[in-house]
């Protein structure tokens, strides 16, 4: 699978990539990534793995960008961006995802291509070695957007997708994150129960500790917008949770007209304020520049309902956001020179 | 459970409801349900089940306009509609939804209080009675958003709701109609492997029995908006398909800024637009009118894509929509001065 996407590029350079409007292949193409946003802080952070986290976000950026510089689909360097940090897993999502309550590990993916506005998502799933695909897989080869748990899982296979054993997304420092994460939570209960308040730095580093999401946004050299994200939801999650990551309009979309979006953060909050459409729309109604709109929805609306979290997102002129509300953000951009940045804090 | 939204409206006039800025309840409170948009011709229906379907409305605007009228919330003026038409087997939601390509019944559910924009869905449930309480126990009862299948079941169960035998949803009409989408999907399958068209009204008619839903949004005495929505999904779907409905901003949204909206039809094309936020953002952001905006949405973006359906609007101010780009919409609407409409046609 990942020789097929490194094909991909010199396949569809070969093959020949439509172009824009000027009759010249366009050279703001960019490809914006995050890995994850919460209270990432430099003094709780060794070197050895900073420069862990570093390098994954450099090599994602790498892959995506040969798909861009050869002149391939917005989509398939979101695509190919996503995969390394779904291999890895130093990220929640894929290899390294979260555990339930149940200690399964449930994840969820979508994908949006701009250019004719194709979906897919898959929700719930706990043997596909690479939801991303799955939710590629969904928006190509079925006539559905969103499908979840077993029936997703059945699609893959029927799509020939990689199916692993659920121990595949074992890692130890996330099973050990989930029995932390189990002692705070019936820590918080009795002390609700008690009537005393958890104080609100403890609840921040419970939440930390839960959350975790990758995405990638496109602009490629024709002119398409692409977005997509992956996760493992959220730690200790119980109910078959569905959070933004998998909702197209909330956690992921992509519109040629106006902007790619991709969320991380705390999912609820970017389910009831819709946070990727909403951005579109502030740009397409309401004559918002792409930073203004992220900044009114990651500064403003998602804090003001009392959420967090942050984006990525590109425009059809290449201009591109990353804003955050936390301390920290894993992040990182390519532009058509080639030229990488990384960052991780404020 | 039925007598307890009986009482409600009571109950909350007796404890006093809240007043608009004015300092006097609002007069301009509206109910407005719709059941489910497809081919629905006169010359296809025969006047005892137009009876019933108009019956069934009637009385759903009815149980909804007892809590607007004694001062009730629009919320539970919604959840007391949509509990009326998912006990009828008439319409594709609880007793009545159609069924899966495994012979099941999976339902999803959503809704939204516009007042502090809180919401809550369900997705891929098959043993809660009423989905649309579900959807509300994970809004009231929850920190999550959204619940899907065995997960949402427990937590419907742990909140007490009434859990049924997946028996309880089997209708003849709804299992006749699945043998007869199987043997239309065949069809369609062999006439595509054999590289023959199907015609497209082969397609619609395929389409009007597997699409289904009802849906209610209101405007309450102090201002507030509220949508929700309930669904058996498509007749024959397979893989875990998850369509609109239980997706806040494609097939559900309420905002007491702008609006409250839910939309029926093909959900696909639903969830890739976010049909509801869209019209939201498009008042909030662009200065449409509810009915452009909604209008803009049914008549012409949809169809571009290819898709169909309809939806069911009402803005701050009390003035709604009801626009479907169908043959027809169950539909109907109750005024503040206790006025019942129902319509089925063009």
Redesign the interface.
């Known amino acids: 699978m990942r020789l097929i996407y490194s094909l991909l590029g010199i396949l569809l350079f070969n093959s020949g990539f439509s172009q824009n409007r000027a009759g010249k292949p366009a050279e703001n193409y960019v490809l914006v990534i995050h890995g994850g946003a919460g209270t990432i802080l430099k003094s709780q952070m060794s070197p050895e793995k900073e420069k862990a986290y570093r390098d994954a976000l450099t090599l994602a950026l790498q892959q995506g960008y040969a798909v861009l510089q050869s002149g391939g689909k917005a989509i398939d360097a979101v695509t190919a961006a996503i995969l390394v940090m779904e291999d890895n897993p130093l990220f929640n999502a894929g290899k390294g995802a979260v555990f339930t309550s149940e200690g399964k590990n449930e994840m969820d993916a979508a994908v949006m291509d701009g250019s004719g ?3 897919g998502s898959v ?2 799933v706990t043997v596909i070695r690479n939801p991303i695909l799955a939710a590629r897989a969904v928006m190509e080869k ?11 899982e ?2 893959a296979a029927d799509q020939g997708l990689q199916i692993v054993d659920p121990s595949y997304f074992y890692t130890e420092e996330r099973w050990k994150g989930l029995q932390r994460v189990r002692q705070e939570d019936s820590m918080k209960t009795e002390l609700d129960h008690g009537g005393k308040k958890t104080t609100q730095a403890f609840l921040f580093e419970n939440k930390d500790s839960k959350f975790g999401t990758v995405g990638a946004v496109a602009l490629d050299k024709s002119g398409n917008l692409a977005a997509g994200t992956s996760t493992g939801g959220m730690t200790n999650k ?6 933004d990551a998998p ?4 956690g992921t ?1 992509a519109n040629n007209k106006t902007c790619a979006i991709s969320c991380t953060g705390w ?2 909050y970017f ?4 946070v990727a ?2 951005i579109s ?2 740009m ?3 004559k ?1 520049s792409l930073a203004d709109a992220a900044n009114e929805l990651v500064m403003k609306q998602v804090p003001a ?1 009392g959420g967090d979290g942050g984006l990525i997102a590109v425009d059809r002129n290449g201009r591109y956001a990353m804003p955050f509300n936390t301390e920290g953000m894993y992040r990182g951009v390519v532009h058509a020179d080639g030229k990488i940045e990384v960052l991780i804090y404020k």
Chains 1, 2 share one sequence.
């Open positions: 506005l194709q979906a929700a719930g079925s006539n559905h957007v969103m499908m979840a748990g077993k029936g997703a059945k699609f119980k109910y078959g949770r569905i959070g909702i197209i309009g909330a979309y999912g609820e389910i009831r304020l819709v459409k909403t729309d502030m397409q109604y309401g918002f309902l």
